[in-house]
């Protein structure tokens, strides 16, 4: 190489690496359970923080690194369900780990195309097929490569090949880490009425060494494909929006089960001013086996603050929900403060059991950098008639997070 394109290339390499830009995420969490039968009550203090830098681009490819860090300051609690350990209280899956959260090449030199190589978070429409897991403190991420391509005016076409999900669990814990073959395939057309999503998923996990029965990853081996829309219309003084989502499942690759099953999900919010409400139904078929499943989503958005079911029942379930929700701008020294009131009403989508009912509660307000959160989930089993599996359990936070 000549001594001006030696010159040259160390110019460009140079110029993205004084364009590089910090990542400081820091999060400092209390969380207590009270679980109905177990003796003790769980608690725990716990801080993660993420550090690390994404560069500027050099010959049209940027580079990111960003490592994790989650400690416990303070509790007694059980952090893993592949553990047997501290089997006297509930579960609270924030285990104290370090790891690579990312570890990244994002590419553009193609037109209206963006390709990312390497350990990244994912997240799809609405969290429900596949997201980052972002409320526990251990963040989900995949290795993966994933294609964008935005060329043509309104339409997203979205692909990626996965061999790893790295779960909330951490490295350490035998459900820690999923390895197989993932496919997610997503395209989104945006019109007058809205976001049009149709997409198709293909998961097929290996087994792993000591994780049985419901914890083997082969159980949530499946295809999927289904539609969502999506959309927002001003309504008098009101600002409505929809969302539709219809899916169906079968059990695909290294799956010891076979299974055809359906879900639904219908929601509709309505705005006025300050003040916002919502009614939704979400609808996940059972066929008194397995359940409709959803392994790579962030499952704490859906089906209640208290993660009772987390694993859809074998019945399928039915949850039907009503929110009130409160956002205010510039309040005293605050820039914003919310507050939200969710109900939530379960039964099993087949057989309608009774699965009990559910109500959450949050405050936040934010300031800066800084988001400041009390949340309270409170659900209640109708003895004589919701399964034994299913206890009264009673959920509260406090935490504060700055993203620098």
Known sequence: MSAPCAAADFGVLGNALSQSKPIIDARVRYESVDQTPLVEDAHVETLRMRLGFETGRAW???????GELITELEGRYRDDTARARNLNYPVIPD?????INRLQLVNTALPGTTVTLGRQRIVLDDHRFVGNVGWRQNEQTFDAVRIVNKSLPALTLDATYLNQVNRIFGRDSPQGR????????????RSAIGKLSAFGYWLDFDAAAGLQGGLDPTRVSNETFGVRLTG?????KFQVAYAATVARQSDHGSNPFAFDLDYYSVELTGTYRQYSMTLGQEVMEGDGTV??????????RFHGWADKFLTTPANGIDDRYVSLGYLAKGVAALDDLSATVVYRDFESERLAQDLGDEID????ARYRRFVG?????LYESHEGRTPAAYQDTTKFWAQLDYVW
Request: net charge negative; no cysteine; aromatic share 8%.
């Open 178 to 189: 999923y390895h197989g073959d993932g496919v997610l395939a997503n395209a989104a057309y």
């Open 95 to 99: 285990p104290e780990t370090e790891e």
């Open 232 to 236: 927002e219309q001003p309504l008098s």
């Open 373 to 377: 959160l009390l949340k309270v989930a």
């Open 361 to 364: 509660l949050q405050l936040q």
């Open 291 to 300: 359940g409709f499943a959803t392994p790579l989503a962030t499952m704490h």
């Open 60 to 66: 049209s490819t940027s580079f990111l690194a960003e």
